[in-house]
């Protein structure tokens, strides 16, 4: 196998991993919700939890934080919006419905990569999301709702909006190639508290104190940590090498994740209509991986 291949490989296989960490993670956000604590203060906690982890992991490579070009503050408000409101939209809102309001971020890619980027889509990239579109929509039809995907309350407004700052964060990503990818983590990450403390007044919460939090918190809390820290890491590295709207496909497979996951911890029935879009899905980020072959 070649090097480009193994480049590849490993870009496909972080986006792989990163979509099913975040297919999982919003159990133990569930779980600190259900034990009192908000998903603000939560997603404060995991994330400065993030930064002390990968600090003591990395140790000389984040000194040089301050000497960060201004360009990286974008990635940090867009990624910390992108995070903390498909937390708080996971939290509340039903798990399949959130995820493929989130899942419609394609779209928006699909006209950032284009306008932004001047990345030339092939056909088997239209292909690709116009099969997972299709599928996000069987899986999504509800004959009360009239069977579009609009956003019908706060947690699925959130989840939207959640949507379009992922391929946002994206796009930004990949153009900022002159960021190492320790330097876009730290972003992110420091993004996301930074937008949690703006979201205190808002949701009219509070950042609770350290010693609140039993033994058994700050075990969930920091398994979540670990999370972030993988999946941020595997996503940037693969965002990195791998075009944004076949990385935008790729990342759909997280729809499946939380599928199964929702019905087996949180007890959420999958109808014949959302496996069959599921499988969709699949088949598209399939389909995108093995035939869309990277212009860099």
Same mark, same amino acid.
């Given at each position: 196998?070649?090097?480009?291949?193994? !480049?590849?490989?490993?870009?496909?296989?972080?986006?792989?991993?990163?979509?099913?960490?975040?297919?999982?993670?919003?159990?133990?956000?569930?779980? =600190?919700?259900?034990?009192?604590?908000?998903?603000?203060?939560?997603?404060?906690?995991?994330?400065?939890?993030?930064?002390?982890?990968?600090?003591?992991?990395?140790?000389?490579?984040?000194?040089?934080?301050? !000497?960060?070009?201004?360009?990286?503050?974008?990635?940090?408000?867009?990624?910390?919006?992108?995070?903390? @409101?498909?937390?708080?939209?996971?939290?509340?809102?039903?798990?399949?419905?959130?995820?493929?309001?989130?899942?419609?971020?394609?779209?928006?890619?699909?006209?950032?990569?284009?306008?932004?980027?001047?990345?030339?889509?092939?056909?088997?990239?239209?292909?690709?999301?116009?099969? @997972? =579109?299709?599928?996000?929509?069987? =899986?999504?039809?509800?004959?009360?709702?009239?069977?579009?995907?609009?956003?019908?309350?706060?947690?699925?407004?959130?989840?939207?909006?959640?949507?379009?700052?992922? @391929?946002?964060?994206?796009?930004? $990503?990949?153009?900022?190639?002159?960021?190492?990818?320790?330097? !876009? @983590?730290?972003?992110?990450?420091? #993004?996301?508290?930074?937008?949690?403390?703006?979201?205190?007044?808002?949701?009219? $919460?509070?950042?609770?104190?350290?010693?609140?939090?039993?033994?058994?918190?700050?075990?969930?809390?920091?398994?979540?940590?670990?999370?972030?820290?993988?999946?941020?890491?595997?996503?940037?590295?693969?965002?990195?090498?791998?075009?944004?709207?076949?990385?935008?496909?790729?990342?759909?497979?997280?729809?499946?994740?939380?599928?199964?996951?929702?019905?087996?911890?949180?007890?959420?029935? =999958?109808?014949?209509?959302?496996?069959? #879009?599921?499988?969709?899905?699949?088949?598209?980020?399939?389909?995108?991986?093995?035939?869309?072959?990277?212009?860099?």
């Amino acid at each position: 196998m070649s090097n480009a291949n193994n !480049k590849n490989f490993f870009a496909v296989f972080g986006l792989l991993f990163g979509a099913f960490c975040w297919g999982i993670i919003w159990y133990p956000y569930r779980l =600190m919700s259900e034990a009192g604590v908000s998903g603000v203060a939560s997603s404060f906690y995991t994330y400065a939890l993030a930064i002390i982890f990968a600090s003591v992991l990395l140790g000389k490579h984040w000194r040089g934080a301050t !000497k960060l070009p201004l360009s990286i503050v974008w990635l940090g408000v867009v990624a910390g919006w992108t995070n903390l @409101s498909y937390v708080l939209a996971i939290i509340d809102g039903e798990v399949m419905r959130v995820m493929l309001l989130f899942y419609l971020s394609p779209i928006w890619t699909l006209i950032l990569a284009h306008f932004w980027l001047k990345e030339k889509t092939r056909l088997t990239g239209y292909i690709a999301i116009v099969a @997972s =579109m299709v599928g996000a929509f069987i =899986m999504l039809y509800d004959v009360k709702f009239g069977g579009l995907p609009l956003p019908r309350n706060m947690p699925e407004w959130l989840a939207l909006s959640s949507g379009i700052g992922f @391929s946002l964060t994206n796009v930004i $990503t990949r153009k900022s190639s002159h960021l190492t990818l320790v330097a !876009k @983590s730290y972003a992110i990450w420091i #993004g996301v508290m930074t937008v949690a403390l703006l979201f205190v007044p808002i949701m009219q $919460t509070s950042i609770p104190s350290p010693t609140v939090f039993t033994l058994t918190e700050w075990a969930v809390l920091s398994l979540i940590a670990l999370l972030l820290i993988a999946a941020t890491f595997f996503v940037q590295y693969g965002v990195a090498k791998i075009e944004a709207t076949r990385a935008s496909v790729l990342f759909l497979f997280e729809l499946v994740v939380a599928a199964i996951a929702s019905y087996y911890l949180a007890h959420e029935t =999958m109808a014949l209509n959302e496996w069959l #879009g599921g499988s969709l899905i699949v088949i598209a980020a399939i389909f995108a991986a093995i035939q869309h072959q990277d212009a860099t």
